[in-house]
């Protein structure tokens, strides 16, 4: 034996290298600065958010789901129906 000592498992960190753009995904190995195009890959890939948050405009409690992903820990912008709807 040469005293190869095993660390203790890390968290595996994807090995994949993701080109330019301000949105990446590295299970797919995508990146791109378009918004549009990123959440078109979000759909299509099923990397959706669901859960609960306060309206951007009026600050009440909205639920969502099925948003783009937007990255860890980000909360999709999101209006209430109110809001939504433009009545005030
Ligand atoms: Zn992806
Ligand atoms: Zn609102």
């Known amino acids: 034996m040469f005293g190869l000592k095993k660390k203790d498992s890390k968290p ?21 600065s378009d918004i549009n195009e990123w959440d078109k890959h979000c759909i299509e890939t099923k990397h959706t958010v669901s859960g609960e948050t306060l309206c951007a405009d009026c600050g009440h409690k909205v639920y969502f789901e099925n948003k783009p992903f937007r990255g860890v820990g980000k909360v999709p912008i999101v209006f209430c129906d109110k809001c939504r709807g433009g009545e005030h």
């Open 12 to 32: 595996e960190v994807p090995n994949i290298i993701v080109e330019g753009g301000d949105f990446k995904c590295f299970i797919h190995g995508f990146g791109t």
